[in-house]
């Protein structure tokens, strides 16, 4: 087991941190709810801290002017 905590995430773990399913999640993401990820290489990731600040209130959220 690790000693750290992540930093960036997948999608389905950064999914599975906010209780949806992925399909939900990437979702958001095109809406404009949650932010893009970055590339890291091959992969895309999401900021751990970002997605936190974000649910907690403490990063502004983009403009809730979407719908699913």
């Known amino acids: ?26 979702a958001l993401v095109q809406a404009g709810a949650l932010p893009e990820p970055i590339r890291i290489g091959p992969h895309e990731r999401w900021s751990v801290v970002d997605l936190d600040a974000i649910v907690r209130g403490h990063k502004p959220k983009p403009p809730e002017e979407f719908s699913l």
């Open 1 to 26: 087991m690790s000693k750290f905590a992540p930093l960036f995430a997948s999608e389905r773990s950064a999914a599975g941190m906010l209780d949806m399913r992925p399909a939900e999640f990437r």
